[in-house]
């Protein structure tokens, strides 16, 4: 017997909602100026810091590669007067996020898509921005990412991009030893793989852009783990019956695993803005 009750994008919302609960308004990493702020002003600091090197102008066309539920393409849209094409591979992310966009009424120039960021198909140079926020970790072919997203910038137009980076190689032997690790963060977080900050910039430049700005931002998003234990303390049940118990106790072993790979050198988070030259 099927649930006649059931929605996808009810459970999808409900499941996204304890998303907000743990990680915050906006669903991804924060950026500290002092590790006691509150995790909302911290990840509007990194949204901010992708606002500053993207450089809007009004009626820019931009491209959000892995969009999520849209927040960011709905907060530009309204800010900054820019249309915005949000694109994931999650079906289920687009139709969210086309609810989300139709409810705070910006459908004119906020619209979502379900694509590839690494085949994105869109016509050469038909962005004046592209926005990747925290999506690039779960894309495997990271060089088509890249190769994709500038091929569609203009030339004169800008990318910014930032994601979770890796500092070093990990040896088999440690990967091995630590396998039940990386698995938790797979359960809790998906199938993800880091790579350094410098092969992004490397990647970035010789796929044509010039990189203004390359920032490590390991240190200053490092708190970011502790506010999540305190958030999934504080909405424990909430998150339990939206999650399950054994999803939260997934995400909290994963605060702390997280953590101590920032700690020991392993991972961290890099930021990059970067500009195609405009044609001579
Ligand atoms: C961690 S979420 C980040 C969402 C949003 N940028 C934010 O910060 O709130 C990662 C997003 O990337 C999308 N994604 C994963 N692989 C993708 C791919 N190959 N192409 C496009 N989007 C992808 C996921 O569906 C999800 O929307």
Not at 139 to 163: F, H, I, Q, T
Request: glycine letters at 8%; aromatic letters at 8%.
């Amino acid at each position: 017997m099927t649930d006649q009750s059931y929605q996808p994008a009810d459970h999808y919302d409900r499941v996204t909602q304890a998303w907000r609960l743990l990680l915050g308004a906006e669903l991804h990493y924060g950026v500290f100026a002092d590790p006691a702020e509150p995790l909302d002003d911290a990840t509007r600091r990194l949204t901010q810091l992708m606002i500053d090197g993207a450089r809007f102008e009004p009626g820019n066309r931009v491209l959000d590669v892995g969009c999520g539920t849209g927040a960011q393409a709905r907060h530009n849209a309204q800010a900054f007067g820019v249309d915005v094409v949000g694109i994931t591979t999650s079906g289920v992310g687009v139709d969210l996020a086309r609810e989300l966009t139709a409810g705070e009424g910006f459908t004119e120039h906020v619209t979502f898509e379900q694509r590839d960021g690494t085949d994105n198909e869109f016509p050469d140079a038909s962005f004046d921005r592209v926005w990747i926020l925290e999506s690039s970790h779960l894309m495997r072919e990271r060089e088509r990412l890249v190769s994709e997203a500038v091929r569609v910038l203009r030339p004169g137009g800008r990318l910014v991009w930032c994601d979770l980076v890796r500092h070093r190689t990990i040896p088999f032997l440690e990967l091995r030893d630590r396998r039940e690790d990386f698995a938790t963060l797979r359960t809790a977080f998906g199938d993800a793989r880091m790579e350094p900050l410098a092969s992004y910039q490397g990647w970035f430049e010789d796929a044509g852009l010039v990189v203004e700005q390359a920032e490590d931002l390991t240190d200053a998003t490092l708190p970011t783990f502790q506010a999540w234990r305190d958030n999934a303390a504080l909405h424990h049940d909430e998150a339990v019956e939206a999650l399950g118990l054994d999803a939260l106790r997934a995400f909290e072993r994963s605060a702390d695993i997280l953590e101590g790979l920032w700690r020991d050198g392993t991972f961290g988070y890099g930021l990059i803005a970067a500009s195609k030259p405009a044609r001579t």
